[in-house]
Structure formats: structure tokens, C-alpha cells
């Protein structure tokens, strides 16, 4: 069954003493007021993973996340971190092809492929994003955009692999602009998605893959959101940062 999910992208933010409160109190919140089976994900900077995992512990509900991963598995490559490293403190997701990463690091098609197959032989989930830029979208080519990026990095990937998949829709005029997709851009984005996969792979594993919407997701557009039907959650980046914000969020399913 798909899985419903919300992540919280920290993002290159928070010192190590903010971070532990801001997982405390979400911590505390989801045991407190969260009911039903949603998988809470948090996802900070990779020096204070293990210490957030720890804090998290016992809680069924959370999970932790990598915000990058090595395409490789070790060796001479000065400031990387493998998948192996990322399991051996706890890791159990991570994001792959943010469009921060894609932009700013000119992360490609097949250096993400890589990732995938590198974070998937550790048996870990990725997250993979996709999404258009403003002028895909005012030029309407904004399926054929995500549709490319989808065939482009997953389509190698067997059934099996792929069925560790986690994508999130995050079009890029939404992150961090205020402006959100609406519920009906949202839905007709995930059902292309979801329809590319079922080309991509077998139909059952694109009906199971969660698709999580991303950018500008806050408290008072989740809901409509995650009403959508093949709208299985959210990657949460700003409002992530404040655990009620986040905690509302996770309780708008
Ligand atoms: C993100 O960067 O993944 C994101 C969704 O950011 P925001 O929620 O701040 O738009």
C-alpha cells in the first residue's frame, strides 16, 4: 500500500543546539497529537544526523533522512559521504535531485541514476525530486519537462529498485516563493507522474510509489493538498523549521 508521508527538508539550517530542540518538540508533538499511520521524515544537515536519529528513537513514526549522497562508494573524493556511511549512523532516506542540487551543483540525469542505485544497494529510500521551472510552465511544456527528468534518471532502474522509490513534485517557481501549486496543479502533475511510471515500470509499483507534493506546503494549503488523490504527502522545506508548523502539516491527512 502507498505509504503517506511528510518530510521536512532542513535544508543549511540550524546550529546543533537548534536542531535537537527543533526535533525535541516535533518529536513530542507527533507522539502527543499525531494519530494514523503517516511517516514522519526529518531530514538535517549531515552533521547532526546521528544525534537527531537518537533523539527519535523510540518513536515509530519518525524517521530520518539525508539531504545528498555520494554517487560513489568510498575513496578519494574530499568532502562526500557514501550511502554505507549514511546506514551505519541510522539513515533510512534520502533526498536525491533537489532542484537546489540540480541547479547549484549541477547535479545531471545520470549522476542521479547513480545516487539512486548507490543509496538503493544500502537499503535506503530514496527521495527522488522533479519539477519544472516558471518558464516550462508558462510555455506549457511543463509535463514533458518532468516526464524527461522522470525517464532520464529512474527508467534504468529495475522493478525491484525502483519499488524503493519515494518522488516529490516540486516545481521550482513554488520553492520558497509563497506560491504553492494549487490542489488541481498538484493532482494533474501527480497523476502524469504517477501515469509515466506505470510506463516506466510494472502498474502495481507506480500505484504503490508515494508521490509527495513540494514547495510552499504550509499549514493552511495541506489540507486541500493532501486531499488530492494521488497526492501522498508533502516534502515541507521552510515551515519545516518550525515544529508547529510541521506538526500541523503532518496532521492536515
Ligand atoms: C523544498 O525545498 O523542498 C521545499 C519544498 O521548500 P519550501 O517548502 O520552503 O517551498
Not at 511517516?39 to 539531504?67: C, E, W
Request: with cysteine; charged share 25%; hydrophobic share 35%.
Amino acid at each position: 500500500m502507498r505509504k503517506r508521508i511528510v518530510a521536512g527538508n532542513w535544508k543549511m539550517n540550524k546550529t546543533y543546539e537548534e536542531a535537537l530542540s527543533l526535533v525535541s518538540e516535533i518529536d513530542n508533538m507527533v507522539k502527543d497529537e499525531v494519530n494514523g499511520d503517516v511517516t514522519v521524515i526529518v531530514a538535517p544537515p549531515f552533521p547532526y544526523l546521528q544525534s537527531v536519529g537518537k533523539l527519535t528513537q523510540g518513536n515509530d513514526r519518525m524517521h530520518l533522512a539525508a539531504q545528498n549522497v555520494s554517487e560513489h562508494d568510498s575513496g578519494a573524493y574530499t568532502g562526500e559521504v557514501s550511502a554505507a556511511m549514511l546506514k551505519s549512523v541510522g539513515v533510512q532516506y534520502v533526498i536525491i535531485g533537489h532542484s537546489e542540487r540540480r541547479m547549484y551543483h549541477h547535479e545531471d540525469a545520470q549522476a542521479l541514476y547513480k545516487k539512486l542505485k548507490a543509496a538503493i544497494a544500502q537499503g535506503i529510500t530514496p527521495i527522488f525530486c522533479c519539477g519544472e521551472p516558471l518558464e516550462e510552465r508558462d510555455a506549457d511544456r511543463h509535463f514533458d519537462y518532468v516526464g524527461k527528468q522522470l525517464h532520464d534518471s529512474l527508467s534504468y532502474l529495475s522493478n525491484e529498485e525502483f519499488d524503493r522509490v519515494v518522488v516529490a513534485y516540486e516545481p521550482i517557481w513554488a520553492i520558497g516563493t509563497g506560491r504553492t501549486a494549487s490542489s488541481q496543479q498538484a493532482q494533474e502533475m501527480h497523476a502524469y507522474i504517477r501515469e509515466q511510471l506505470s510506463r516506466l515500470f510494472d502498474a502495481e509499483a507506480a500505484f504503490n510509489c508515494s508521490i509527495l507534493y513540494g514547495g510552499s506546503c504550509n499549514p493552511g494549503n495541506a489540507k486541500e493538498l493532501f486531499a488530492q488523490p494521488d497526492v501522498d504527502g508533502g516534502l515541507i522545506g521552510g515551515a519545516s523549521l518550525k515544529s508547529r508548523d510541521f506538526t500541523d502539516i503532518i496532521k492536515s491527512f
